[in-house]
């Protein structure tokens, strides 16, 4: 069955970096695009960024633009959220999540917290 799994997540000062990555399996993963999104308490989840299946085109929330790089590695079923300048205002958990055949599969969730 398809599963996502996110890690990399943690405690960083404002203006640190954080590397999230997903890994992903039970599908044929070059053949989809991946997405991050996050959900911060209280709040709506949202998109951050999505990468095409080759990992060619991506597309980010204004609010993350410059500052986060969504990447793929194909050969090892990884999807990465890399993010640098953060801020408070990007704490959150952050999910991986992959569309397959009109139904959603999500990861459980990795806790990123920008505080001094």
């Known amino acids: 069955q398809v599963q996502l799994v996110e890690s990399g997540g943690g405690l960083v000062q404002p203006g640190g970096s954080l590397r999230l990555a997903c890994a992903a399996s039970g599908y044929r993963f070059s053949r989809y695009a991946m997405a991050w999104y996050r959900q911060a308490s209280g709040k709506q989840r949202e998109l951050v960024a999505t990468?095409?299946?080759?990992?060619?085109?991506?597309d980010y929330a204004d609010s993350v633009k410059g500052r986060f790089t969504i990447s793929r590695d194909n050969a090892k079923n990884t999807a990465y959220l890399q993010m640098n300048s953060l801020r408070p205002e990007d704490t959150a958990v952050y999910y991986c999540?992959?569309?397959?055949?009109?139904?959603?599969?999500w990861g459980q969730g990795t806790q990123v917290t920008v505080s001094s």
């Open positions: 990468v095409s299946s080759a990992g060619t085109i991506s």
């Open positions: 999540k992959v569309s397959i055949l009109r139904t959603d599969y």
